[in-house]
């Protein structure tokens, strides 16, 4: 595994970047260089009516739809070697017009939750993300990446269903949640507190983000 360490930036400006992204303002910009990793990792892609041009592209067998007749969700999936059908000789064929999922994918949320993408189909992303290096201007700020660690990895370890919310098992999942609700592991008046209390807290602090908090 090749893990030179690979910057990914200061931590509190990709942070407050990827938050906005998450809130639908705005987005990173990913120093990917050579990687393509999210490219040949057998990613199913969904296709927004925004991304009209690119499903136009598509094969019929890798152009898939699910959901009901009014309201449909169309799916690039990938080939027999887990490659995006618009990837040729490790270039985007469609760069220009690539899908919203391809612009927002940003797989440092990965690494700073400190877990992996996946398992093994996902190893050329895995690899990445163990290089990122993320550099820190405070100790309050490398505070803030454990803290994200931290509810990462206390999302990963407990199940949670609390009114109707559930903590998400995929990684996707566990380290966006984490990015919203980080400040829980931050605030001292938690510091010890039980499972149940965090898990209450993590979904208060998620409600909170989603309304803007
Ligand atoms: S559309 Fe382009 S950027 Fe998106 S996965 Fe395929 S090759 Fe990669």
């Known amino acids: 595994m090749n893990t030179s360490p690979v910057p990914a ?6 942070l407050t970047q990827i938050q906005q ?36 592209q598509v094969p019929p067998a890798l152009l ?37 999922t391809c612009r927002d994918y940003d797989c440092r949320i990965f690494a700073a939750a400190g877990i992996a993408a996946g398992d093994a189909v996902r190893h050329v992303i895995n690899e990445r993300v163990a290089a990122w ?3 820190y201007d405070s100790p309050a700020e490398r505070r ?9 990895a206390f999302i990963a370890a407990h199940e949670c269903d609390i009114a109707g919310i559930r903590f998400p098992a995929g990684p996707t999942g566990i380290a966006v ?7 829980v592991f931050l605030d ?6 039980d499972a149940p209390t965090l898990a209450w807290a993590i979904i208060a602090a998620s409600k909170a983000f989603e309304a803007g908090g």
């Open 9 to 14: 930036g200061s931590f509190a400006v990709w």
């Open 21 to 56: 992204a998450l809130r639908g303002i705005g987005g990173t910009d990913v120093p990917c260089g050579e990687c393509v990793g999210c490219c040949v990792s057998s990613y199913y892609i969904p296709l927004r009516a925004s991304d009209a041009p690119v499903a136009a």
């Open 64 to 100: 898939h739809v699910t959901g009901p007749a009014e309201a449909p969700q169309q799916w690039m999936a990938y080939g027999a070697d887990g490659h995006c059908p618009m990837l040729r000789n490790r270039q985007c064929t469609v760069y220009a017009q690539r899908p919203q």
């Open 133 to 135: 290096q993320f550099n």
């Open 144 to 152: 803030t990446h454990e803290a994200v660690t931290a509810a990462a």
């Open 177 to 183: 949640l984490a990015l919203k609700v980080h400040g």
């Open 188 to 193: 001292d008046a938690l510091n010890g507190a």
